[in-house]
């Protein structure tokens, strides 16, 4: 199974024999059906985009979280509601998204 390595802030999955990451899966399919050689599958093109869904609402979830439970100044933003509505918004808008593409295709 793949690590999660850490570079300053920013942590990063990496796969690790011979596993490929789900970036390199969906670049892959979509290289092949550029090119002619593979043509894409609805179903996969349902699962890539229902995974990519899931992983920004995950993130946007951590997010809030992290500000809920550990309030400190954000450098950026002057007003700390502000940043908290924001992240719910995105919350809201990807499980939007996700209902909608379970419940359309």
Request: charged share 25%; aromatic share 8%; proline share 4%.
């Amino acid at each position: 199974m793949g690590a999660w390595t850490s570079q300053t802030v920013k942590f990063k999955w990496k796969p690790t024999h011979g596993e490929t990451s789900l970036y390199e899966q969906t670049q892959e399919a979509l290289l092949q059906s550029v090119s002619g050689s593979r043509q894409m599958k609805k179903e996969e093109i349902k699962i890539a985009l229902h995974r990519y869904l899931e992983g920004q609402l995950s993130k946007h979830n951590t997010n809030f979280q992290l500000l809920i439970e550990t309030p400190r100044p954000i450098p950026e933003h002057t007003d700390f509601i502000d940043a908290a509505i924001s992240e719910l918004s995105e919350i809201a808008k990807y499980e939007e998204l996700i209902c909608a593409l379970e419940n359309y295709s």
